[in-house]
């Protein structure tokens, strides 16, 4: 339980973290080379390939201070799946460049 109550306090701190950041939506124009580089690299399954929902997480992460993994992909699932088809294109043209 107390585990819970830790997670649901970090999902309330990043998602407080996000409104007052720069905002996700649309997509930024360019690809920083550090999340190029990310995903340029071979994990042993071969070829990574990078999604617009894992480019989406991944801009999460850059742009907030730490957080555990659950409550990324707690608020990142939440956003995706909120944002419109126009805002997640910007995403997944951005993963044709790098892919």
């Excluded at 107390?2 to 998602?15: C, F, G, R």
């Amino acid at each position: 339980m107390n585990i819970n109550i830790n997670i649901n306090e970090d999902v309330d701190a990043l998602s407080q973290e996000i409104a007052n950041g720069p905002p996700l939506f649309p997509a930024p124009n360019t690809i920083p080379r550090v999340i190029t580089a990310r995903f340029r690299q071979k994990c042993s399954r071969g070829e990574r390939r990078i999604t617009g929902y894992g480019l989406f997480k991944l801009f999460i992460i850059f742009q907030t201070s730490a957080h555990s993994k659950m409550a990324v992909n707690k608020v990142a699932g939440d956003l995706w799946k909120n944002a419109s088809r126009d805002n997640k294109e910007g995403y997944i043209n951005l993963c044709s460049q790098i892919n």
